[in-house]
């Protein structure tokens, strides 16, 4: 009798409400794009809030904060307030942040390679939805 091969990689046969949501607000979390950047920045150590706003452009004081809170409630940032005057905080990794570093890279660095096929397909896709 054969053996089934079995992909680890699979999702589960049966996809449970619950399980679903739950799966896809992490995804949310890690694929939205402020995140990746602070992830990717807070690869490399430690961070106070405003060295993070001056390396990511365009982000908002206040986006940056609900990005920073998300994160640090999902486990995947620590933020520590030093009893200075002004206070300082810092922002780093857990250990559970660190094991997203990869994967977070990985997918940045695919991104970038893949951007102007994206592009291409993006416009040619544009052009035939533009003229139908």
Known sequence: MARKH??????????????C?????????????????????????????NEIKRMIGGISQR????????LERDGLVNRTVFPTIPPRV???????????????ENLGQWAFSNLPEIESARAKFDGNAASD
């Open 6 to 19: 079995t992909d680890v990689t699979a999702p589960p046969a049966e996809h449970l409400p619950g399980d």
């Open 21 to 49: 949501k739950a799966v896809g607000s992490i995804l949310a979390r890690v694929g939205d794009k402020w995140s990746v950047l602070v992830i990717m920045l807070l690869a490399g150590g430690p961070r106070r809030f």
């Open 63 to 70: 986006m940056l904060t609900l990005t920073l809170r998300g």
């Open 90 to 104: 810092d922002y780093e990794l857990t250990a559970l942040g660190q094991s997203l570093k990869t994967p977070v």
